[in-house]
């Protein structure tokens, strides 16, 4: 049996490059689960920053697997070698977290500049005494498959068979073998997956030696070669090891799911069978289960091999009697119809998992699956299976119409297409949060669906819904980063320009990280493209990929925008993107095509996401303002920096146009307040492009955080437009300062409904002081969120102790604290009462013991934010109550 990138047909293979990550992603997939050894990811930010926290393994090993680790290396360091800051951070990783081993990841701007990785790591080991072990799988070599596949290889060179089991498997492997010995093989205990399966297999008499990789300690991989057999439950990602075992180690391997009733009861007799056929006899271990009891062999069971599967079939029943129980109250799914699209494995499990509950399934996209998935697809579903290759967000909405389906269910992706269309819709791939595996895990799915219909179907209106500052860090390797990427600044601010596309030129990976990142905190669909460069592009040279991909958006989307975002990979290679984008403006341009293409630089070895928005906004203007200038009384410009909620772009406009002015957003980040209509590759709503063409005629321009000084300082120097830069819009002073700037551009008063509101405030501010003040808060934000946090903090007299900001900034020094430093999440240490940071927080704050608020980016750990008024009178009141219930509740 061969895996799908073994396929004769290399074609099938190939077009999961367009859905997936990168390798580097699909090694970490593969062994980041060891949540007792270190993953450095050695490489700018983006890669370790867009992805940490991204996976839904659970693991009762150890803690490392949720954290991050990277060596983010600057440009000085790509320009002079890193190999020496990475073996710091191999000694401090070491120093600090104390893993079992360490792995080290390539990415594409380490694996670029030629950094020996495996040296380095030889070093260590020896310095260590540990297992430090290179995976080479940068991000242009392949897609994800790929680095599944490569990751199974590091653990076939470096860990498996380099240990032994202790008792009681030692003992009796030594005697012909504890009875039932398998390991499981792709298994990654997403959602807790593994935990519903394998108390049944052991119920059967088998028993897991170990797991590569779900819920996995280091040394129990080590000893796996001495299982009786291999049990591969993903078979595109690694039935490479599977195949290496049975040669080198005369393992032999089964390839079963466990999704669904009829998968995982076909698991169970297949893995007996074949631990029988290799001499194996696991049935007198085991109790008999009702409704057998001894003795009592049905001739059916008889006939199936003497009774050799006597045990396993009473398992099976017992479980399934149990399952038919309790499915019976989501006896009312049957006859509805899904559509279904997701990859591997689980491509044709759920299929037979969807049938275990009498849902019929109309489409199957087949983009992510080889032959070998589509062939068994074809046995469930019969010869004329409805599998569909074109799994566009139009085509599947189409799909969904015309076959009447009554849900989708796909990869967390695919879930504000359903959002925005009203469909019920169920996550099942990796970010997902609940188990589907074994017999329980198919109560679960039947759960999920039926909640899901039944919200849908009690709101349709959702149908219609038409809808001293440290600035060193001071370490070679940042653990948990707090830091993002320049792309990501860069491309949040292009979603706020109506008909945009930002598109990273480099390799696929931190496009796809970025967007499932951006995704997950506005839950809005993202606009983000890929050049997707590979190893080829990498060598030959990659402007020809970077003119081939923006031509084709043009024919096909017809944006007004395309920004162009570099990447480290194309920084190092030395693309030269401007010209690329020049010679293309005069192509497009000669089609009379009116799309302005720009160029936004946002290496991920420097700065940091606000830089990357600040970059992408002064680019855009440089790129669309002609040299023309005509006045427009009234019309102001608003730059609002990434810390503003969309929700605070909406409260900002409402303000400015009750003083009877006329504001122009750049960006307008309102778009993502969830008033997004269908899905679109295009950034929809938000500036328009004509809008944005008419900055240079206002009267006047509003930046709002500190990182907005360059393009309104651009401004003012190539056309004369005053501006006036506010450093908070928040609390009492901040809403002032909004409020003045306001009436003297204006010149008109204060409208009464604000001087009404800020009466509110204070009086709020007061009922709130007494849980607030002399509080000891310790933020970690971005640098603009941080001035304004630490300033309305100070006015309800609490103390900001320590402000933590990625990364440098100018607004450091403005940020009201006692303590500022550059540095990561895992740094944060102190007596504080509250942390006030991003959802990537919430392991920082039970580690220090104090309530977290969430806030900043990315925030997907509470509902509503992005809907939540941060400033003004109003705004500021309702953030300031929050964060004084926090203590209020802390106190009862
Ligand atoms: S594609 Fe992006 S995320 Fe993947 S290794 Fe390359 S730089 Fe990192």
Redesign the pocket.
Known sequence: MQSGCEQENKNKVCRSRGGE?????GAMIVLQPIADTAHIVH??I??CG??WEGRGSLSRKGMLDRMGFTTDISEIEIVYGAEEKLSCAIQETFDKVRPKAIFVHA???SGLIGEDIEAVCTKAAADLGIRVIPVNA???VGPKNLGNRIAGEVLLDHVIGTGEPPPPFSSSLGKGGLRGVINLIGEYNIAGDLWLVEPVLNAAGINVLSKITGDASFEEITWAHRAKLNVVVCSRALINVAKEMERKYSIPYVEVSFFGKTEMSKALRRIAERLQEGGENIIDKIPLHPPFTKGDISPSLEKRGQGRFFQIESIIAREEKQLEEKLKIYSHLKGKKAVLYTGGVKSWSFISALIDLGIEVVAVGTKKSTFEDEEKMKEILGPDAPLIEDVTPANLRRLMKERNADMLIAGGRNLYLAVKEGFPFVDVNQERHIAYAGYEGLVNLAQQISNSVRFYNENRSYKSYKTYVDKSLGTSVVINPLKHSQSIGAAIALQGIDRALPIIH?????TF?GKVLITKHFREPIALASTKLFTEDVVMGSEEALVKVTEGFIEKQTPGLIGVLS???SEVKGDDIQSAISNQRSAVNGINRQCHIVHIPTP?YEGGMETGYATAVEAVLRGILDKSRKEIRGQINVLAGLHLTPADFNELREIIESFGLCPVFLPDLSALDGSREGSSPLATGGVTVSEIGSMNSSMFTIAIGMSMEAPAKYLYGTYGIEYKLLESVAGLRGSDDLMITLSAISERPVPEKYVRQRRSLSDGMRDAHYYLSGKKICTALEPDMSVQTSAWLNEMAADVELAVIPCCSEAADRINSKRTIVSDLFSVNGDFDLLISSSHAADTADRLGVPLYQTGFPVYKVMGHTSKTTIGYRGSLAMINEVANVFLHERH
């Open positions: 990550s990168c390798a580097f992603d490489g700018p983006a890669c867009n992805s990415t594409c701007v940068p991000g242009f480099g390799a696929q990976g931190c990280l990447s480290g990979l991920d």
